[in-house]
């Protein structure tokens, strides 16, 4: 087999899923029509920041695109007739602000493309399906037997990964999906350890690991290839959701709210924990587990994706677990991605926020004491438990797995030792993100503190108080001065001179009690 040849590529240091702020700084009427003026900034420094010009129509045309999530987004209404004038303008950019704020605090709103586009065209102008229509074309030279059969068009939510129906022209019945994805930050494989890695795919035999048909790469890329489930994922399942759609779809605003059974959810959790154990026990990192990445095979799950960590793909859930520097492995990322999953699982729906401050009524209390060791304040705040603990537990204690496959999963000395290197790479640049997020909060809430009325107030009270010692020291040194000028000029001694109207000093007490 020939590996891809290279279009120009390369791993792309960008993390998509570092949040975009944007903040309405100032309108500009024309002649006919009025710009808004938007300062757009990844992440949390001031300097990562750059400004766009938006119509309301570029606003109205980004809501009609987004009307496949059938949430109802608090786009300003049209207006033909006085739509200049002064006051009507800046109502119009308090509620084009609002429609940003909701647009970035979304989760998947705010990580899918066409949100990015309109943020940050200079970043996501590329067709990223037709840079990976042409690595998928070259890969077929020297593949004959494949053929794309339909793009899977927007079903996931990585910008820079795109699907595509197959089939074989050996088995035409049979329908298999490839996936293609380029490198992504955590990238820190050679791209000979890289290859190697990748080609080891297909000989991972494990009962809840989906199995990889096919898998090449080459100094930009990989292209896996793995059978098509009819029934999708366990996503899919919790949502009532068609395999097939785009991910705002099936996703964004469920038609039904509820969780599956609890026999379901111990039995799920417990195939998708020893899958976790083993990758931890081959020293193999993954740190991509979310409900979309488990395939459903009967009453069995199967883990998917198992390239992203080799890619160096950022976390569907990185922009939760970078928050917070307990959680600063990959161990504890999947731990910690195991408790959203859990939750989707036994609600219907994500967390609203993380960490939980309390947990609604659940199908028992053995799901709430799981949840509550993974995204409680204090879990978050002590770090994750361990995979082997949470096995422990009485919710997954008494689950006996009936598959009787062997896993395998043979991984050469050398790889392993550079998996590991890169494992570490991999969670250094994590400490790092979460250090400097930790040091901006502290500086944020110093601020936030210091610019409360409560404190103005005390700098007020203070400043008067200093004002008060000022004006004594300054009454008393003039005392002095005159009494020195009496006793120079009279003869005998005479007491030194006091004056009725002079300043009381304030108190110690008084001068320190603020």
């Known amino acids: 087999m020939a590996v891809m040849e290279k279009p120009p ?11 975009l702020t944007a903040v309405v700084e100032a309108s500009q009427s024309l002649h006919s029509h009025t710009e808004y003026i938007i300062r757009v900034q990844r992440g949390i420094s001031m300097e990562n920041s750059w400004q766009i010009v938006r119509r309301y129509s570029d606003f109205d045309l980004l809501n009609s695109s987004l009307q496949i999530s059938a949430l109802s987004l608090p786009l300003p209404p049209k207006k033909l007739i006085g739509n200049m004038d002064r006051e009507f303008i800046a109502e119009r950019q308090k509620g084009l602000q609002n429609y940003l704020n ?3 605090t979304n989760h998947i709103l705010s990580n899918c493309e066409l949100v990015k586009k309109f943020l940050d065209p200079n970043n996501y102008s590329v067709n990223y399906t037709e840079i990976a229509l042409q690595h998928v074309s070259m890969f077929f030279r020297s593949e004959p037997k494949w053929e794309v059969v339909e793009p899977l068009k927007d079903i996931g939510w990585r910008i820079r990964k795109r699907y595509f129906l197959m089939k074989s022209k050996n088995q035409p019945k049979e329908r298999l999906m490839l996936s293609w994805a380029d490198f992504g930050p955590d990238k820190y494989l050679s791209d000979k350890d890289f290859q190697c890695a990748v080609k080891l795919l297909p000989s991972c035999s494990h009962p809840y690991i989906y199995k990889v048909t096919f898998a090449t790469a080459n100094e930009s890329s990989a292209l896996v290839i793995r059978p098509f489930n009819e029934k999708g994922t366990l996503k899919d399942l919790i949502y009532k959701a068609k395999p097939k759609d785009p991910f705002l779809k099936k996703y964004c605003n469920p038609k039904k709210i509820q969780g599956l059974e609890l026999q379901q959810i111990k039995t799920f959790g417990r195939q998708i924990l020893e899958v976790l154990k083993f990758l931890h026990e081959k020293g193999f990192p993954y740190g991509h587990l979310h409900s979309s990445n488990v395939v459903l095979d009967g009453d069995t799950c199967r883990l998917l994706d198992l390239e992203n960590s080799l890619l160096g ?18 161990e504890g990322v999947d731990v910690h991605c195991f408790g959203h999953l859990l939750y989707e699982m036994t609600y219907g729906r994500p967390p609203d ?8 009524p659940a199908p028992s209390a053995s799901v709430v004491a799981v949840l509550e060791s993974i995204l409680s304040c204090e879990a978050i705040k002590n770090g994750m438990p361990s995979v082997s603990k949470i096995l422990q537990m009485s919710l997954f204690s008494d689950i006996l797995l009936t598959n009787s496959e062997k896993p395998q999963f043979k991984i050469p000395t050398k790889l392993k030792e550079a998996l590991k290197t890169a494992k570490e790479c991999i969670e250094k640049r994590l400490t790092e993100e979460q250090k400097l997020i930790h040091q901006h909060r502290r500086l944020t809430r110093a601020q936030s503190h210091h610019g409360s009325e409560e404190e103005k107030k005390k700098r007020k009270i203070l ?7 000022s004006a004594f020291e300054s009454g008393e040194e003039h005392s002095v001065k005159y009494s020195n000028s009496n006793n120079s000029a009279g003869s005998g001694a005479s007491s030194p001179l006091t004056s009725p109207s002079s300043p009381t000093p304030p108190s110690t007490a008084e001068l320190t009690s603020f």
């Open 9 to 19: 590529a390369g791993k792309v240091l960008l993390d998509d899923t570092v949040p």
């Open 353 to 360: 926020s993380i960490p939980v401050d309390g947990f609604p």
């Open 313 to 330: 793909l950022p976390s569907f859930y990185r922009s939760y677990f970078s928050q917070f520097r307990k959680i600063n492995t990959l």
């Open 102 to 104: 909701v647009l970035t």
């Open 463 to 469: 400043a008067r108080k200093k004002s008060k010692l």
